[in-house]
């Protein structure tokens, strides 16, 4: 019933149109995404990834879904590619999802992947689809939300470090010692999934930012120094567009600075900071795996709550 045609930019309006329909069914009430943010990420070049895109096309030539593919390339993931697909509400249970699921595992196996991933809610039916075509449910998370004014910033600095906030690319005197607590996050609870390793260096984190700023988007990081040494930092971006909602990025304590508070400390100077230089941002957003329970407790702390419940699936692609 359905044919699949390969993603170009004049179809980019049909793939955005998609995709804004099925999160506002959904997801009632989260920012929907705009034209403008959707063609920056399908045609601007990630950090070290590429995406091949789908639509299922009906007789007509409507859309009645879509699907992306992120293909990961860089040492230590280039095993792996992440999955989107969203069929539109009325068109489902017509094998739309299937079709497009078997583009991208097509895809994926000339490009000689072993995982695939793919996060969906949790309860809901991309969890249901998942199960029936052979993913694994591999790491469970909360998507939290906090409102910004009421989050509880009372955080003394703990003694002997240094707060330092910048926003875009990491100043350059302090690169290196970035990229080095940058590596510290592969320590990431990621439950049962094949995920890899990512490597960074200087350039590697320059370049990161650079894609971000190719996209819009705007990057605040405020780091945690001691001495030459940065101990921890995180990092929030507020997406090109966005009037609400700003997306938590990575937070990471080395692991011979955890235990002084510095979580908290990091999240509280960042929120301040937005509060400062962002005013209409209300809320943000992040994900926690339940495996990670100290970040848990530091977001609990700061004021996050619970806002739905999600699942990253994984299938595996060569037996
Ligand atoms: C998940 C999604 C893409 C499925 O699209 P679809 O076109 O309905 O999928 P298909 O028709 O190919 O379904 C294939 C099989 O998955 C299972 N399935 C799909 N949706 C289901 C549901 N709501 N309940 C139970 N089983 C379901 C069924 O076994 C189905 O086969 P069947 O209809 O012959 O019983 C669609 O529901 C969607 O867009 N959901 C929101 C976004 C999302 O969660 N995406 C997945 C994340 S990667």
Known sequence: MYRIAALTPERIPAWHEVVATTAAHDLPGEPLPTLEQVRAQLTTAGLNSRRAGWLA??????AAGVAALRLFDAEGQSHLCELEVHVRPERRREGAGSLLLEAAVSTAGDEGRRSMIGVAADPGPGTEFCAARGFDRVLTFSNLLLDVAFADLD???????????WQGTVPGELAEAFAVAKNAMNDMPT???????????ADRVRTMA??????????????????????????????AGETRRALQYDTVVAPEHRGHGLGL??????????????PGIAEVETDNADDNAHMLAVNNKLGFRLHRRSSEFQLSLRS
Not at 57 to 62: F, Q, R, V
Not at 224 to 233: D, I, K, S, T, W
């Open 265 to 278: 400390w990091l999240k509280a100077e960042m929120v301040g900071w937005l509060r400062a230089e962002h």
């Open 191 to 201: 439950g049962e999934m094949d995920y890899g390793v990512q490597r960074w260096d």
């Open 155 to 165: 955080v003394a600095t703990p003694e002997g470090y240094e707060a330092v906030m």
């Open 210 to 239: 650079e894609v971000l700023a190719d996209r819009g988007d705007t990057l605040m990081t405020v780091a945690a120094r001691r001495g030459e040494e940065l101990a921890g930092f995180t990092e929030i971006v507020i997406r």
């Open 57 to 62: 096309l009906a007789p007509g030539g409507d």
